[in-house]
């Protein structure tokens, strides 16, 4: 039981790993975009509509980057192939 | 009972790690948003509507990428599959 | 007994790191957003009632995130599922 | 089974490595370009067109980056030809 | 009794790094908000009211993040749950 | 069949951590440009074809340094010379 | 006696880094206060009451916090209730 | 075969640090001298000509740089000495 | 003597580390208040009396944080309880 | 032949590690020449021979420095003198 | 006589280490005091009395720090308790 | 033969070391000087022949440095006393 | 005579890294005390004298620093009270 | 000839790092002075004999730091006492 061991323990320590260094970037790029937005919007309310909506699509890819992480993190936990075929292996033994 | 300890000890340090490097971003990120928000308000009170209005939305954002972090945190302590798996194989031996 | 000292130390060890490493973020994320609460008061007392409410609306989601981390913190001293596991164990042995 | 478990944890971890470590600077970068792409449209609401062209060029490339790191991260995980030659080796053994 | 020792040990070395690690976040980011405040009452002393009070209740909640390092570091020295059930263990054996 | 899991290890860790850390720099690299063409097309937007042109030269050849890291990671997972080798003299044997 | 040395060996290692490491914050922070606090005196003389009375509340939260490492660092030298515990095990054995 | 396989593994290792860190350095110049030109050109369109000219001569010098990582890193994959070597004893013996 | 030996080592290295990494933050924070006093004092020549004396009682409680990590570091090395312990143990031995 | 290996081994290392790290200075140093060179020529078209003859002669000193990096690297791979004298003294055995 | 070697190594090593990391804090805030006064001088010549007076007392303080660090330092190397207890032993036995 | 292997490996990496780090700060400070001599040209014309001069005497004194480094590593390949003498007393052997 | 080896091997390589790390702090706090000289005479060339004087009398205390890790550097080297124990004690064995 | 050989090993590291490291400080600082010469040199024409006057002083005095560094580095190549004694007792032995 020694390897599934070991690959559970990695899986363990990646997916969260994964997940905590992957939302450092992201959060800091969206704090830096709402910010502006912020700013913008105080200096120039009557562009409100396409500020906002230009937001909004920025988020959503820097957004995306942060899915990224999530799901690779949730993969290696819930739908890790390595681990399934550990499991498959020690079953059908 | 070692490949438990090993699975227990990766879990409850990923848990730790996982939540405390995931807040680094979200909170510094939180913090400019928030800022920009203040002084944007001081420069332009009337907008204060829409600047809130941004600014919750964004704050949703960055906080949903800290709840990424929590949510796998909290995963790998109280419905961790490895350790699951573990339990089982040890109850039904 | 060695496995449980083992949960021990991991558990004693995480639980301070996380409440240490998870109290930069926050902390420097609240000094920046009451530093500029500060500067815009001084700028446009008028708004003050419109700038501490998003002020403190801002302050509590960013210590919110330090709460997490407390929270994580705790449990793994005080409710940690694998640490009352190995004594459920150890006791029914 | 030992070389397999090898592959297997190397896989995980470095999986979860890339996406981590290489959203990073994606995320970063495309928060620099979509808050100054905010303030420029701020401050030359007549340009929006030019200016939300470019800004979607550019996070187009800088979104190509960042799924190199995806696209190696996966095949880490379901493509790997190490793996698959190391399974084949097993099966056929 | 060298399970207790281990766990002494990292209680010690926990309980220091976490308060002195701790120390950073909290005293940068007060650092930051008293010396707005005091720009903030040269440049308007008339709202000194205001700001001294906002400044108090900033202060206050950025001290609370120093004070869970601290009541973490106090739990882990003078009551350390894992410690007392090793004690236990050993007078009761 | 060690020395054929060495390289194979080696291989994957490689090829992760190539693409990983080399897309920070051309991702930083390209946000800086783009945000820099952004604000200029807002400054003067009658020299918007000459300023994309150059953004598009200069983000060819930014790109073509992340290229090499992608196409570095792909030989080391797809065309390995050293793992080849060792497959044909596993082979030959 | 081997795990009264390790005790005493952690003791000491970590009474010294923690006043070490927790010095660097408030050190800084406090820096950082009485800096503005002299320019915020050169620039509005007749408020120095005020800023003399907020820049020495200040101090004194910031202080509190490099107390806080002051404390536990004299606890670990001189109240140690490892240490204690250890000697009056030795004591009464 | 030992000591082919200690090779292998510095070549394959090396051959992508060399250019996954010798990538960081060149991207942020170019980033930096493209963001300059943009600017450039926005602030004096009239000296289009010896701007760009002067940009694409720093530019291959930049590259210049990258590229003695990329040969480097060719070189260590497919022309490395030490390997050839080694597989001349090999084959020799 | 092992044991002497040991926290003999422990104490010398902490000892200088201690001052060492201690210094590193009072010394920043003194240069940062005695630059901003000089630049006041160029200022406002009129107010050097108010200036100095803040500037005195600012640097003496920065200073205090060092004398902290002095007095640690001195007490390790002349008044070490756990030394004095090991010495009185060796001898009534 | 295990003491030919660990010299290959090393200068594989060091002659990767020499130019990726070397590369690092001159890149950026060039790169803060070139961006300023081109701000400059916006600033004064006029001076623009004074301008690219200054900038050549400084990108040549510090492409120099990278040169080298790139000798030392390749040294290290075609004429190493330590590599050298391992042959001869096998061959010679 | 190998403890006497560990303590020497010890000593040997912290006495260095010591005033080499001590110097970085104290000479780059005597640095930014001494630029300040300079660039205070050149604003305000007619108060240059004050400010060299105050620049004299700041320097002094700061220097201070560095002669902990030399004090220590030379305490470790010359007139060390745990090496003349030590060398007490051992001549004494 | 074995320490002359360590002895060529030290010297390998030391090497290469040398001259990579000791290469980031001359370019980074060749770089400055650089960019300042470029815009001060395009400040003002009139006085080329003093900058330029000034420029290349800096540019010397940094560029020695930079030569330090250099010497000792291209003595460390080709003119290693410490080799030297290992080899004659494996040739006097 | 391998406890002398130790000590020599410390003491070489503390004598290097003291002068080394050592000599990063004072280098930039000087760099920085000239450059603000050289602005200051250009700004006020009227105050050359008090000028240069405090000049001369600051990089006297920032270079007093630097002298401190040579001194120790030295003594480590030419009068290391630990290395002429050993030998003292190896001769008078 | 063990003992000689570490102790080689340690000089030829040290030495190279030394010098190494030792070069990032002064080539920073001594850019951070060339560099404010040029722009007062521009802004201040007639004041060159005065700026180049100071700026020769300041240089030598950064310059005297690598300075040191390079001379231990010699040292501990060409007349290493260590080193030196070692041969001696070899010889006489």
């Given at each position: ?23 450092i970037?992201?959060?800091l790029g ?7 937005a912020?700013?913008s ?10 500020i ?24 290696l ?17």
């Amino acid at each position: 039981m020694d390897s599934m061991t070991l690959i559970a323990v990695a899986s363990i320590s990646t997916a969260g790993l994964t997940i905590a260094v992957g939302s450092i970037g992201p959060a800091l790029g969206e704090g830096k975009a709402v910010s502006t937005a912020l700013s913008s919007l105080a200096q120039q309310p009557d562009a409100a509509a396409t500020i906002t909506r230009t937001l909004f699509v920025g988020l959503a890819m820097i957004e995306s980057i942060a899915i990224y992480c999530f799901v690779i993190s949730m993969i290696l936990i819930f739908a890790n192939p390595f681990w399934n075929h550990a499991i498959a292996q020690t079953t059908g033994k």
